[in-house]
């Protein structure tokens, strides 16, 4: 369960050092020479030899930047195989797509949730990819280059046969949520909106984890789960084949509600890698990459249009 925006840490497991700009990695892969074309969620990207000129001459000398990233952190970053090494998810492949086109290799290595950071500062790391809020405590220390922002959304039954659309719909309800989360805190706040429109408040059953609440939506205990707009999206997507759930989608909250900035953070000591990763990044949005890979994983609202660099809100 996503706890929510900011992200949480989970338990980082074991998984490859480095990673080929293309394709996953087995646990003797340890890179080799960038690959001119590479291609990620059915788009071709092509290396920019301006923009890999750009580099820093310490990353282009080691032809990688060095990624953390907490796994398994679904769908930003999984596991294509429980037990195996080679890595999927929204962070990884949009990794790879970057690396094509700056052409170097993006080596992802598995970091605590709350290392991850602290590792950037201590240059053990170049850049990290793993949901990371933008926010300008974290920005005192690495900078940001903004590729999503995304909130909370509303899991349903599939069909979504209790016409669910928006938080207002929840009133005088029975809704699912994980216990000490912003997804619940954002329920509380919003019982104040129903009282003031006259409607029952919502009956907030909370669970100790994100796949009970899931249990009781299958079951018909609550009729919908207030969950992360990218954990929602991943449900509805992939659970039994994606016949399971529905994800809510509020024309009003196209990213989620209180949705945040989410950024690739690159450590202060490297300002010209913010820069080439941002110019690179902007060239995925403009060809649409970004927008394929997130929709990939079921989320293609929390794409964003433009590559800002630290662009917190709070």
């Not at 409607?199 to 249990?215: E, I």
Request: aromatic residues 6%.
């Amino acid at each position: 369960m996503y706890i929510s925006v900011p992200r949480r840490g989970a338990t980082a497991v074991l998984a490859c050092a480095a990673l080929a700009v293309v394709s996953g990695c087995g646990a003797s892969d340890t890179g080799g020479e960038p690959a001119a074309v590479g291609r990620v969620a059915g788009v071709t990207v092509t290396r920019d030899a301006a923009l890999h000129e750009a580099l820093p001459e310490q990353i282009k000398k080691a032809g990688a930047v060095r990624v953390a990233t907490d796994v398994p952190y679904p769908p930003f970053a999984m596991f294509v195989t429980e037990g195996k090494e080679e890595l999927t998810g929204l962070d990884y492949d949009l990794g790879q797509a970057l690396g094509a086109k700056l052409g170097v290799r993006f080596a992802f290595t598995p970091t605590k949730f709350d290392g991850i950071v602290p590792a950037l500062q201590a240059g053990k790391f170049d850049a990290a990819m793993s949901a990371l809020t933008d926010n300008k405590e974290r920005q005192k220390v690495v900078d940001f280059v903004d590729y999503s922002r995304s909130g909370s959304g509303i899991l349903v039954a599939e069909g979504n046969p209790a016409k669910i659309s928006t938080l207002d719909d929840l009133c005088g309800r029975k809704v699912g949520v994980q216990a000490a989360t912003n997804q619940y805190k954002l329920l509380e706040a919003h019982q104040a909106t129903c009282r003031a429109v006259g409607r029952k408040v919502a009956d907030v059953q909370t669970f100790p984890k994100d796949s009970d609440a899931q249990l009781a939506l299958r079951s018909g205990k609550v009729i919908a789960e207030v969950v992360t707009k990218p954990a929602a999206g991943w449900s509805a997507k992939t659970a039994d084949g994606g016949k399971a759930f529905d994800l809510a989608e509020d024309p009003e909250a196209p990213a989620g509600y209180r949705a945040s900035p989410n950024g690739i953070a690159v450590g202060k000591r490297l300002p010209q890698l913010t820069d080439a990763i941002r110019r690179a990044l902007q060239a995925l949005i403009d060809d649409g990459t970004l927008t394929r890979i997130c929709d990939k994983y079921g989320v293609a609202s929390i794409a964003v249009k433009e590559a800002t660099k630290n662009a917190a809100v709070d």
